[in-house]
Structure formats: C-alpha cells, structure tokens
C-alpha cells in the first residue's frame, strides 16, 4: 500500500508502480499485465529501462527532454547521433578474398558475439574471443583464395575490421582514445597499448615455436595487427612478454587487443582527446 500525494497525479501512479514493484512477494520472473510495461522484468534496473523507454514512446521524445536543460537536451541529442555511428557495415572484394563484415561497438559493457566464417577454424576462434571479450557484434561473410594459403584471407579481414574500426572512431570526439593492457592466457603473458591517433604504426614483438595452428600461418599473426592498425589509424604496440603453447600465446594477443579497443572508443567526454582540436 502507498499513501502520500505527490505533485501530480501522473506522479502518484508512478511512485505507486514503483512501491508496489520493489516491495511485491512471489518469482522475480513474473507477467505482469498491469505493469506499464506489461512485459517480463527482472531486476530493478529491467523495470526502470523499460517503464521510461514505455513513457518516451508514450508522450514522445519531446516531453521526455524537457526535464533538461537546453545544453542537456544538445548533449543527449549528439550521443545518440555518434552511438549511431558505433554500427558500421565494410564490403570489400578483390581477386583474392570477397569479405562483408559487420562491426556494432555496444557501450553497456554486455558480451560480445561472433557470427560467420573465414573458412579457417583457428582464426574464427581469434575472432569469436576479440568479440566477446571486447562486446562487439561482429559478423562476418569471407570467400578467400585458401587453395593457395590463408595469407590472403587473414589480411584481408584485418583490412576490412580495420576500416570498420576507422569509421566507428570518426572524428574522435569524445573517446577515450588510449589503452593498455597485460593479460594472461594460462602460462602466456601479453602487453597490448594501443592509441587511436590517426597515425598508423605498429610494434609486434613475438616469437612461435611452431609454423601453424590448424590451417592458421602463426607468422600471420603479425600480419594481421599490422593490417587492423593501418586500416583503423592506430599506433598499437604488442609485446609477447613469455609463453610456451602458440595457442595461447596467439590468443592472448587477440584478448588484449579487444580489450584496449573496447577501453579506448569508450564515450568518456564531449571533446576530441587532442591538444590540436583533431584525430
């Protein structure tokens, strides 16, 4: 029961709702067809996303800014815009590879997912742990000359991830542009930094004991970096600081680099993160 007269009488329905959800008894889980929402909730947090986003659709977009300022309701309007921009869509085809992929940068630090192939079982694997540990959605449609090798096929896809990369940074603004990391993969240790300068370079220092992985050239490692931090802009260092299975080495190589890419296009402000004004 809730007793109490708030300022209005939209005001006293909601606060009503909310005693009623925080205090109710019985499964967490539950319909509820006399919810604002009418749909399934789990958490107080489930309830409150869906009860406002309900509200917004209900009076409009409109009525839901004019509780901010006019700078608040700017600011709102040039997030939306640039988390809009976090989807992007690369094509590319040549004579050696026909590669589509898709890149979404999710800014709710929920898991990542991978879908598609590149026709080499060891390297999908790379791809799938660079999505779900950076929370990207990535998906991926790859026809790669691997008659001859998967030279081609590797680049290439760091070609096209790199581009999608480039276009999801933009013009920088509001990024937290820098990232480091070490990160372990069992008895292997890796060092991933990484900035999104617009100035492409990269530092690979790593040894394999053994030429391949499955169908993946471990010398192709290197190769694939440089490909993503050409494409993107970034300068990005990796050292391979010690480590015996190739495996693991490799894979936490494509750990770490999720991780700084995830920390560095990270939404932290409203300005380009540069003395100069620009990436």
Excluded at 139 to 160: N, P, Q, R, S, Y
Excluded at 174 to 197: K, T, V, W
């Amino acid at each position: 029961k809730f007793d109490g007269v708030p300022g209005s009488r939209e005001g006293a329905h909601t606060l009503r709702v909310l005693f009623w959800y925080f205090f109710r008894t019985g499964e967490k889980s539950t319909y509820r067809p006399h919810s604002p929402v009418g749909e399934r909730v789990h958490t107080p947090c489930d309830f409150l996303t869906h009860f406002f986003s309900y509200k917004r659709k209900k009076r409009g977009n409109k009525h839901f800014y004019q509780a901010f300022s006019e700078e608040k309701q700017n600011k709102f309007t040039e997030v939306r815009k640039m988390q809009k921009l976090r989807e992007v869509l690369i094509e590319r085809k040549t004579g050696e590879t026909d590669i589509s992929l898709s890149l979404s940068v999710k800014d709710d630090c929920s898991k990542g997912s991978f879908e598609g192939t590149s026709g080499i079982g060891f390297f999908d694997h790379m791809l799938n742990s660079f999505a779900v540990h950076g929370g990207f959605d990535m998906k991926l449609a790859c026809k790669g000359d691997l008659h001859v090798d998967c030279h081609h096929t590797i680049e290439d896809v760091g070609i096209a991830l790199g581009a999608a990369l480039n276009k999801v940074r933009g013009t920088g603004k509001g990024i937290s542009r820098y990232a480091n990391i070490l990160l372990p993969m069992d008895e292997a240790l890796c060092m991933c930094a990484l900035d999104f300068s617009g100035r492409p370079f990269l530092v690979f220092d790593g040894e394999f004991s053994s030429d391949s992985i499955g169908g993946y050239d471990t010398q192709m490692t290197e190769e694939f970096f440089r490909a993503v931090a050409f494409n993107a802009g970034i300068t990005l260092h990796i050292k391979i600081m010690y480590g015996k299975n190739d495996h693991h080495k490799t894979e936490a190589c494509y750990k770490a680099f999720a991780k700084c890419i995830s920390q560095a296009l990270k939404l932290v402000s409203d300005d380009v993160p540069s003395a100069k004004g620009m990436l």
